[in-house]
Nanobody, 119 residues
Framework: QVQLVESGGGLVQAGDSLRLSCAASGRTAIYTMGWFRRAPGKEREFVARIMWSGGRTYYADSVKGRFTISRDNAKTTVYLQMNSLKPEDTAVYYC?????????????WGQGTQVTVSS
């Protein structure tokens, strides 16, 4: 099992920055961690992910060049640095993880943190 706890959301203005954090705990080894978001009236969408071994990163086109995902292996924490925020980035952001025994399945999810970007 993996428990995920997000923090760092809030209300900002367009052009501002925010950093989200996701702390993982538990006995299951992690394969990859990522961030998803759900905007009002829309389906959940992928934002970014990072491989726990090697650190390779992947991004949705909508956030490339503005968002950066990183990890701290010692703290088992993943970060999402969000710069040049836009009103369309407003959403509940969820941290998720795949374990090494569940590759390809986002089996573990955090509770979500609200990000609101005003114009």
């Amino acid at each position: 099992q993996v428990q995920l706890v997000e923090s760092g959301g809030g209300l900002v203005q367009a052009g501002d920055s925010l950093r989200l954090s996701c702390a993982a705990s538990g006995r299951t080894a992690i394969y990859t961690m990522g961030w998803f978001r759900r905007a009002p009236g829309k389906e959940r969408e992928f934002v970014a992910r990072i491989m726990w071994s090697g650190g390779r990163t992947y991004y949705a086109d909508s956030v490339k060049g503005r968002f950066t995902i990183s990890r701290d292996n010692a703290k088992t924490t993943v970060y999402l640095q969000m710069n040049s925020l836009k009103p369309e980035d407003t959403a509940v952001y969820y941290c998720a993880a795949q374990s090494t025994v569940g590759v390809g399945r986002w089996d573990y999810w955090g509770q979500g943190t609200q990000v609101t970007v005003s114009s």
